[in-house]
């Protein structure tokens, strides 16, 4: 069984840092896909940063040059380093994990339970 635990989340001012730690158990396949996910009240889930095993991460372009993600592949695990939060970062962000960086969230099947990133002005 494939499971997913998220830590790191909080709340902070903007211009604030959080680091979200993501660690997989259970996943065999490899090479593989993990990232994370965000969604903010009533908008639509979207990419924040995901990186495939070895290869050059994607990050949307509202946080390219913030955020960071990075992964110990031995671990499976993934972290994002979140730098100069803006309150527009304020969403649930999801970790995932799968055979492929798929652009859409519906084709992963494993999730983390999620964790509130609040950045108050």
């Known amino acids: 069984q494939v499971q997913l635990a998220e830590s790191g989340g909080g709340s902070v001012q903007a211009g604030g840092s959080l680091r979200l730690t993501c660690v997989a158990s259970g996943y065999t396949d490899s090479p593989y896909c993990m990232g994370w996910f965000r969604q903010a009240p009533e908008k639509e889930r979207e990419w924040a940063a995901r990186i495939f095993t070895g290869n050059t991460p994607y990050y949307d372009p509202s946080v390219k040059g913030r955020f960071v993600i990075s992964e110990e592949n031995d671990k499976n695990t993934v972290y994002l380093q979140m730098n100069s939060l803006k309150p527009e970062d304020t969403a649930m962000y999801y970790c995932?994990?799968?055979?492929?960086?798929?652009?859409?969230?519906?084709?992963?099947?494993?999730w983390g339970q999620g964790t509130q990133v609040t950045v108050s002005s």
């Open positions: 995932v994990i799968g055979k492929y960086c798929y652009s859409s969230s519906d084709m992963f099947t494993h």
